[in-house]
């Protein structure tokens, strides 16, 4: 019996189908050795040494799978295809005391049967320069997260949190906001001419003036034109037609999975990666049992197998036509900084199509599945082609345009349209225009004059963000959704309809982080970090040199930024309430998680309480298994924390059980009928 090792439980019913009768799989649950939690657990002195340990809640995991592993002819970890995964692959074997040139890693990009045959047919050492590159990043997280945060926590307020790419994000936000707020309006002026051509309008746009680009800017340059063209005729001074054609898009990686998820189906970061998660490791289908319906959800390639290219293309042969079939395969460009491991996210097979599926797949994973599967299918097939014409008419030194684009064949969007942000700033456009011939005459039927003001930049959403994130080389495909996440969680931001607004309390964290980490928390330090990880991931660079060069700068801004005055903290408000140990006044503390009373004569008197003294217990703190009790915040939004505050800083916006999911550790919370995870990422649930 051959033992496969896998990360998550939920592939192993779909993994079964493909590997027989001889192989029994064992799930780690995620990682099962890591930095611990509650220590900082570097050794800077001894060359950044990270110190591993078994996580506390996988001892019983890990004595099960050494039983297993003595009993099993041979070892196979096939954790995800990515760097975590290496890592995490690199821990099992530690655990299991194999040395590094054991042949006992296997990937698979997908869970098929051809993929999974492949991966069984060559196993092979596990790739330390992978291994090194996410310890680099662990460690450089590590760093930055448990040297900034106490930091900013002494001079801003407690239980706050910096970190290397999520700071910058925070950034991002905040400086957007900024831009709005210091924007001034200028106003601009458009003017619309109605031209008259037998029963036909044709409603041009005013383009330039003395054939110069012209965009009035005040009335008086509008009341001019209005006088200088009025009751005359427009004059066709040039007509264009051209053919035009428009590429397909490329299939999906996880950046522009998660923007079309959100932009056309409104689907949040959080709820789209479970429902791709899902999706890849395996749904129950009607007739199939549970299988995997679509390839690694964490990828910057656009690249595509061979086999898939020809299969796609037959499929679309078959159903739509030959016409819809390009003469050679489209093939789509990585990004520079692309990883390219493995292929772009597209559906393991065509022949179970989305209304297939529909059935058996909840609603998400439905909508979710089809946009891939619809977009897979789109970046295979022939060009769309337009027939398009422009006009360009002059009425005195002033010129005015229209275009028009006609359909002659859809190709690529007869299966998926691309979604377009309207920004307001399109020319003026007609379906299907008369026939115009050059140096004809038109009658101006009406003029439309319009005053408009320009509009300050827009706020981000979680896609326009994640897009941001991905384009100026922030993170990576892994992250993208923690990142966003964790900033909402931490009320760092906050969601005003589908925008992201930054709080007070990011604005804060990112002002002090400014004055004092500038040349490290920025967009062109952090991109620079993530391709010296690459560096690492693909030539072999020493990681640990890579580590120190960057800590050899930061520590000494970590020096100055400890040892400033500066403070941001809330200053104490003065009540008439009196201690009741010592008789001093009682003053109002902001801490993380509200405002609670402290005796003004501290340190010699550390009397606290909360400022409302009625209690509304409703559940069990996880932390330290106090009473959790319902308050009120600043804004009268209703949260719960633990009683012992502040000695417990445990809060939550749900009611907590007082156990911990058995599957990543979080809090478990009360919804309705039903207790489940606090981890958005995860989907433990029962019954209450």
Request: with cysteine; proline share 5%.
């Amino acid at each position: 019996m051959k033992l496969v090792v896998i990360e998550s439980p939920f592939k192993r019913e779909a993994l079964k189908k493909y590997l027989g009768d001889g192989y029994e799989v064992f799930a780690t649950k995620g990682h099962i050795r890591d930095l611990p939690a509650k220590s900082f657990a570097i050794d800077i002195k001894n060359n950044f040494e990270p110190k591993y340990e078994i996580m506390p809640d996988k001892k019983a995991l890990i004595d099960d799978l050494k039983k297993r592993a003595q009993k099993a002819d041979e070892v196979l970890i096939a954790t995800d295809p990515d760097r975590e995964g290496e890592a995490i692959s690199w821990h099992i074997s530690h655990i299991l005391g194999y040395d590094q040139d054991k042949e006992c890693r296997i990937e698979f990009n997908e869970i098929s049967k051809k993929a999974v045959t492949k991966a069984l047919e060559k196993p092979r050492k596990i790739d330390l320069k992978l291994v090194d590159a996410q310890q680099a990043r662990r460690v450089l997280d590590r760093l930055v997260g448990y040297k900034v945060s106490p930091i900013i926590c002494k001079k801003i307020a407690p239980k706050l949190s910096a970190g290397r790419v999520q700071s910058v994000a925070l950034k991002l936000v905040v400086d957007r906001e900024i831009e709005i707020e210091k924007f001034v309006p200028e106003e601009f002026w458009t003017v619309g001419a109605i031209l008259k051509k037998g029963a036909s309008q044709i409603k041009t746009s005013l383009a330039t003036y003395k054939n110069k680009k012209f965009v009035p800017k005040n009335k008086e340059e509008v009341d001019k034109l209005l006088a200088d063209v009025k009751d005359k005729d427009f004059l066709v001074k040039e007509v264009k037609k051209a053919k035009t054609k428009s590429h397909a898009p490329a299939p999906f990686t996880t950046s522009t999975m998660q923007q079309d998820a959100l932009n056309k189906l409104g689907m949040p970061l959080a709820k789209t990666t479970s429902s791709a998660q899902q999706l890849y490791e395996g749904v129950e289908i009607k007739g199939e049992g549970k299988i995997a319906l679509i390839t690694y959800i964490r990828t910057d390639s656009v690249r595509v197998s061979t086999d898939a290219q020809n299969a796609c293309r037959e499929f679309i042969k078959n159903k739509y036509g030959s016409e819809f079939v390009p003469d050679k395969p489209n093939n789509y460009q990585s990004k520079g900084s692309a990883q390219d491991a493995h292929e772009a996210i597209r559906p393991i097979t065509m022949d179970i199509t989305p209304e297939m599926a529909k059935e058996t797949l909840s609603p998400d994973n439905y909508k979710l599945y089809k946009l891939i599967y619809e977009r897979f299918l789109a970046s295979q097939m022939t060009e769309a082609e337009y027939a398009s014409v422009s006009v360009n008419c002059t009425c005195g030194d002033y010129g005015f345009k229209v275009s028009g684009k006609t359909m002659e064949f859809p190709g690529y969007t007869a299966v998926y349209k691309e979604f377009v942000e309207d920004d307001g700033k399109s020319d003026a456009m007609a379906g299907k225009l008369p026939k115009l011939d050059e140096g004809e005459t038109l009658p101006c039927e009406k003029l439309l004059p319009e005053q408009k003001f320009t509009k300050p930049p827009t706020r981000y959403t979680e896609a326009s963000l994640v897009k941001a994130m991905e384009e100026k080389g922030i993170g990576r495909p892994a992250t993208y959704s923690a990142t966003i996440t964790i900033l909402q969680t931490r009320k760092y931001t906050e969601k005003q309809a589908k925008y992201l607004v930054p709080t007070e309390l990011g604005r804060k964290i990112t002002a002090y982080l400014d004055q004092f980490f500038s040349g490290v928390i920025n967009v062109k330090f952090t991109a620079y970090m993530e391709n010296r990880l690459d560096d690492i991931a693909s030539k072999g660079e020493d990681w640990k040199s890579v580590v120190s060069s960057f800590w050899n700068g930061f520590e000494h801004l970590l020096a100055k930024a400890d040892a400033s005055s500066l403070t941001m903290k809330e200053p104490p408000k003065e009540t008439d309430i009196v201690c009741e140990k010592c008789g001093s006044k009682m003053l109002i503390r902001s801490g993380r998680f509200g405002e609670f009373l402290a005796c003004s004569n501290f340190p010699k008197c550390k009397n606290t309480r909360p400022v409302n003294e009625e209690k509304k217990v409703v559940g069990v703190c996880p932390e330290c298994k106090g009473a959790l009790v319902e308050r009120k915040s600043k804004r009268g939004k209703t949260f719960y924390s633990c009683d012992r505050y502040p000695d417990c800083q445990f809060m939550s916006w749900d009611i907590t059980t007082g156990e911990r999911c058995p599957k990543c550790n979080s809090p478990l919370i009360v919804k309705g009928k039903t207790i489940k995870c606090n981890n958005n990422d995860c989907d433990y649930k029962k019954e209450n």
